[in-house]
């Protein structure tokens, strides 16, 4: 009975070792997050990534949470923006992820 709750333990602590491991590892999703989101191919980029962080492990189901709630929002401003915007140069309608970078220029 001992020796089985002594191997218990070692796969416990194995697993614990190898979880920390995982999420001791930088999210590939952090780098496009920390450039800025600005466009669609930003946004597609940032959601591809974060699924695969997900899936690895690197990134906490929480934060897979919060970043999907956060990147509904702002498909919904640009939805609004498309919807009730006005028409920019060349008469389209400009679509714009993010008035600016995250260093403040245009």
């Known amino acids: 009975m001992q020796t089985a709750t002594k191997r218990s333990k070692r796969t416990v602590e194995?697993?614990?070792?190898?979880?920390?491991a995982l999420m001791r590892a930088k999210p590939r999703s952090l780098g496009i997050a920390e450039k800025g989101i600005l466009t669609g191919a930003?946004?597609?980029g940032?959601?591809?990534a974060l699924m695969s962080d997900l899936i690895d492990g690197r990134v906490t189901p929480n934060?897979?949470?919060a970043t999907c709630n956060a990147?509904?929002?702002l498909l919904k401003?640009?939805?609004m923006?498309?919807?009730y915007g006005t028409k920019g140069q060349g008469q389209e309608k400009k679509l714009i992820l993010?008035?600016?970078?995250?260093?403040?220029?245009s």
């Open 77 to 79: 401003v640009v939805e």
């Open 14 to 20: 194995a697993a614990a070792e190898i979880t920390g």
């Open 42 to 44: 930003d946004f597609a």
């Open 98 to 105: 993010a008035i600016s970078t995250p260093d403040g220029d």
């Open 63 to 65: 934060v897979g949470n």
């Open 71 to 73: 990147g509904g929002k």
């Open 81 to 83: 923006q498309y919807k």
């Open 46 to 48: 940032l959601m591809s």
